[in-house]
Nanobody, 124 residues
Framework: QVQLVESGGGLVQAGGSLRLSCAAS????????VGWFRQAPGKEREFVGN????????SYADSVKGRFTISRDNAKNTVYLQMNSLKPEDTAVYYC?????????????????WGQGTQVTVSS
């Protein structure tokens, strides 16, 4: 079993930055790929980006390429989502998820464990 806890969400102005953290406990964290997803009110959950077990491979949705960066520190059992140049349309609940598979632009079914989500609100 893997437990994931997200933090770092909040309210920022357009153009600002936030860094979300996903802290893991349980099984060896370095064995897992991690994905980030987001869900805005009234919309379906969508893929944001993901990172493989070693951190050597990442992929991103077109909507966030060049603005968001995923990294991981396996020694700290933590994955980060650095969000720069935030836009109002980035407003959503952000979730991290872990799974044993890495697939570029992977979907929700690639992941077995999910965090509780953290709210990100970007004002105009």
């Amino acid at each position: 079993q893997v437990q994931l806890v997200e933090s770092g969400g909040g309210l920022v102005q357009a153009g600002g930055s936030l860094r979300l953290s996903c802290a893991a406990s349980g099984r060896t964290f370095s064995s897992y790929a991690v994905g980030w997803f987001r869900q805005a009110p009234g919309k379906e959950r969508e893929f944001v980006g993901n990172i493989n077990w070693s951190g050597g491979s990442t992929s991103y949705a077109d909507s966030v390429k060049g603005r968001f960066t995923i990294s991981r520190d396996n020694a700290k059992n933590t994955v980060y989502l650095q969000m720069n140049s935030l836009k109002p349309e980035d407003t959503a609940v952000y979730y991290c998820a872990a799974g044993l598979r890495f697939r570029a632009r992977g979907g929700q079914n690639d992941y077995d464990y999910w965090g509780q989500g953290t709210q990100v609100t970007v004002s105009s």
